[in-house]
Antibody, heavy 115, light 112 residues
Framework: EVQLVESGGGLVQPGGSLRLSCAAS????????MNWVRQSPGKGLEYVAT????????SYVESVKGRFTISRDNAKSSLHLQMNSLRAEDTAIYYC????????WGQGTQVTVSS | DVVMTQSPLSLPVTLGQPASISCRSS???????????LNWFQQRPGQSPRRLIY???NRDSGVPDRFSGSGSGTDFTLKISRVEAEDVGVYYC?????????FGGGSKVEIK
């Protein structure tokens, strides 16, 4: 059974940092593109970042470029999102998603940016 | 970015009756490889999104056959042949042809 379990969310002040993690199991992690997708009441669902199987290619939505970094550790079947210079508009539930087509989603982790 | 526009925003349906959701993209979703990467998702209250349909009309495993997808180019439709109580939730279309991948704003299906 495919499982994606996110962690690392929480409350952080504007300008602060957080590192999200996703533990994957039930499939061969190294053979899939992986993604972070967020959901907020104001902006709906939004693809944040994507990373190729071997980590050689990454892409980001314009609003997070230069602030967020997606990475992966295939040996540990884990996905990460380093989020710096956080803003109020980054407040959302962040989902770990397998494949660019969105086949499997984790349960999400809440990130709240507020003073 | 490709804008995905869904209608209606809200869809009250009687149990056992059909339902239809429209999705339009601001540009063609035909990829250079010839495929059209248009997917449909269901999000039940309190749950993560779940993919129902990929590449316009292919049902994911475990998805009831009352769900079907159709369309081409920039116009797409999700149909539920006979709505059941478990179908209540918000439905989203998503394009995976152009980066950044983008979602529609959602269509809420509720029971009358």
């Amino acid at each position: 059974e495919v499982q994606l379990v996110e962690s690392g969310g929480g409350l952080v002040q504007p300008g602060g940092s957080l590192r999200l993690s996703c533990a994957a199991s039930g499939f061969t992690f190294s053979t899939y593109w992986m993604n972070w997708v967020r959901q907020s009441p104001g902006k709906g669902l939004e693809y944040v970042a994507t990373i190729k199987q071997d980590g050689s290619e990454t892409s980001y939505v314009e609003s997070v470029k230069g602030r967020f970094t997606i990475s992966r550790d295939n040996a540990k079947s884990s996905l990460h999102l380093q989020m710096n210079s956080l803003r109020a508009e980054d407040t959302a539930i962040y989902y770990c998603v397998r494949e660019r087509g969105g086949r499997y989603w984790g349960q999400g982790t809440q990130v709240t940016v507020s003073s | 970015d490709v804008v995905m526009t869904q209608s209606p925003l809200s869809l009250p349906v009687t149990l056992g009756q059909p339902a239809s959701i429209s999705c339009r993209s601001s540009q063609s979703l035909v990829h250079s490889d010839g495929n059209t990467y248009l997917n449909w998702f269901q999000q039940r209250p309190g749950q993560s999104p779940r993919r129902l349909i990929y590449r316009v009309s292919n049902r994911d495993s475990g998805v009831p056959d009352r769900f079907s997808g159709s369309g081409s180019g920039t116009d797409f439709t999700l149909k539920i042949s006979r709505v059941e109580a478990e179908d209540v939730g918000v439905y989203y279309c998503m394009q995976a042809t152009h980066w950044p991948l983008t979602f529609g704003g959602g269509s809420k299906v509720e029971i009358k």
